[in-house]
T-cell receptor, first 114, second 114 residues
Framework: DAGVIQSPRHEVTEMGQEVTLRCKPI?????LFWYRQTMMRGLELLIY????????DSGMPEDRFSAKMPNASFSTLKIQPSEPRDSAVYFC????????????FGEGSWLTVV | AQSVSQHNHHVILSEAASLELGCNYS??????LFWYVQYPGQHLQLLLK??????LVKGIKGFEAEFIKSKFSFNLRKPSVQWSDTAEYFC????????????FGSGTRLSIRP
């Protein structure tokens, strides 16, 4: 089975540019999570969806961040405009009753904003 | 508030030493429990999980964890570590009442001296 697929794997962008991170969850999973990981703040939950509906976005740092899930097999996390402090690894993860609510992570998108 | 505590932030061991990483959670009801491992530069991968049944759970790569309900603990153990176990280890909990909202501990960095 394919796991959670994220793109791009690495991105370097200039401050002020728009960044779009993409995620394809495991087929059949009905929960999708976006996490951010930095050395300073560790692993942070940004937002999660259930059946394509955002359930909790309290972790989204500010209005520059937005996430969508237009269908069960695709989600995006957008940062506009990007800032150097957004540099981090962004992980997408998914889970479902079929996996016993076990969360499976993608390989991450390594973002550097210069 | 529900939380997961990993009291050891950084553990340094020599090869062949025994390992025990502590994990305590604060939730009085039924929980699903997990340990994830993150090797340097990689994503979080499931090491083992406990849902019900035998409180001693065997995972991959010789790891095991014991659920002690009375102590709200789920400590990770390995009798003899290897240099390749160098990684960060995250304990996580899903309170049964919260559907899939997983709560992660802050992680324990394990360094193995060859």
């Amino acid at each position: 089975d394919a796991g959670v697929i994220q793109s791009p794997r690495h991105e370097v962008t200039e401050m002020g540019q728009e960044v779009t991170l993409r995620c394809k969850p495991i087929s059949g999973h009905d929960y999708l999570f976006w996490y951010r990981q930095t050395m300073m703040r560790g692993l942070e939950l940004l937002i999660y969806f259930n059946n394509n509906v955002p359930i909790d976005d309290s972790g989204m740092p500010e209005d520059r961040f937005s996430a969508k899930m237009p269908n069960a097999s695709f989600s995006t996390l957008k940062i506009q405009p990007s800032e150097p402090r957004d540099s981090a690894v962004y992980f997408c993860a998914s889970s479902g009753q079929g996996s016993g609510n076990t969360i499976y992570f993608g390989e991450g998108s390594w973002l550097t904003v210069v | 508030a529900q939380s997961v505590s990993q009291h050891n932030h950084h553990v340094i061991l020599s090869e062949a030493a025994s390992l025990e990483l502590g994990c305590n959670y604060s939730y009085g009801g039924t929980v699903n429990l997990f340990w994830y491992v993150q090797y340097p530069g990689q994503h979080l991968q499931l090491l083992l999980k406990y849902f019900s049944g035998d409180p001693l759970v065997k995972g991959i790569k010789g790891f095991e964890a014991e659920f002690i309900k009375s102590k709200f603990s789920f400590n990770l153990r390995k009798p003899s570590v290897q240099w390749s176990d160098t990684a960060e280890y995250f304990c996580a909990v899903i309170p049964y009442s919260s559907a899939s909202k997983i709560i992660f501990g802050s992680g324990t960095r394990l360094s193995i001296r060859p």
